[in-house]
């Protein structure tokens, strides 16, 4: 009697042991990201081996919200559905600008499409954060990126004093609306958005002439994409604003990105307010 129920007390115990062995050895999900703000989170939150490629965007420094260098560790992929088809992943990381085809392609790959818009609250970025980090299996990570986000605003957060009204022109006099990321990082950082004060929205024009009979008291300058600043940011009709206005730059690629590019626009807009 003792015999027979030996192997059957062998398999019942393999059983309980087996389960949990399997799900150790579950393997992390494979990802590609498609989207710049997405290419920085992922490569901070998930191992390497798991990122089969970023977007070429990240490799250009026109483009990149990341390191350079270690965006270019990684396979880049222009987007094309052939592409991410042929490194067969798991999961698609991608933004909302995306075309009908292009989404109804991806998602006949099997891969989890997971559409990410831009942030345009710290709220929502430190919500993107975690969700990359929870899909990548390393939510423990994306906490402790959430909590170098916080330390870092909280490092530029004003001791006191009013807060200064601020000019963030992109190439051609664009603006942000009030509604954006850049917008919630100045306020957050002692500023307030003049574009805003002034109704305007989103990538609406300020000319120079508004600029120069109503300056603000600091005007960042945020250049083109590939960081020069037009005719328009530098003409020489600013410098009567000398002792009235202040202008310093502002990275471009630092003002819509979420994630990790937080950490630098703060710290650069606490500077800039030093100055001040």
């Known amino acids: 009697m003792v015999r027979r129920l030996t192997p059957l007390i062998a398999l019942a115990l393999g ?78 990381l991608s933004g909302n600008f995306i075309a009908p085809a292009t989404r109804g392609a991806l998602e006949r790959l099997g891969a989890r499409l997971e559409l990410l818009p831009i942030a345009t ?3 929502d970025s430190r919500a993107q954060v975690r969700q990359i980090a929870a899909l990548a299996g390393h939510p423990a990570r994306g906490e402790a990126l959430v909590a170098r986000i916080d330390t870092a605003l909280l490092a530029a957060r004003p001791a006191a004093g009013q807060p200064i009204p601020a000019l963030v022109w992109q190439s051609g006099g664009m603006v942000p609306g009030p509604q954006t990321l850049i917008a919630d990082l100045l306020t957050r950082t002692g500023f307030t958005n003049a574009a805003a004060a002034r109704g305007l929205g989103q990538a609406d024009l300020l000319p120079l002439e508004q600029v120069l009979t109503d300056p603000p008291r600091v005007i960042l300058t945020a250049g083109n994409l590939h960081g020069n600043e037009d005719r328009l940011l530098r003409h020489p009709a600013l410098d009567a604003l000398a002792g009235k206005t202040a202008r310093a730059r502002l990275d471009g690629n630092l003002l819509w990105c979420g994630g990790p590019t937080i950490i630098h626009a703060a710290k650069r807009l606490a500077e800039v307010r030093r100055t001040l």
């Open 121 to 123: 609250t710290v709220a």
């Open 15 to 92: 059983a309980c042991t087996s389960a949990p062995a399997r799900e150790a050895a579950s393997p992390l999900p494979r990802i590609v990201s498609l989207n710049p703000c997405t290419d920085a989170i992922l490569a901070e939150v998930a191992d390497p081996a798991q990122v089969l490629a970023l977007s070429s965007y990240s490799s250009d420094p026109a483009s990149s919200s990341m390191d350079v260098a270690l965006a270019r560790r990684f396979r880049a992929v222009g987007g094309t559905v052939e592409e991410v088809a042929a490194l067969r992943p798991d999961v698609v």
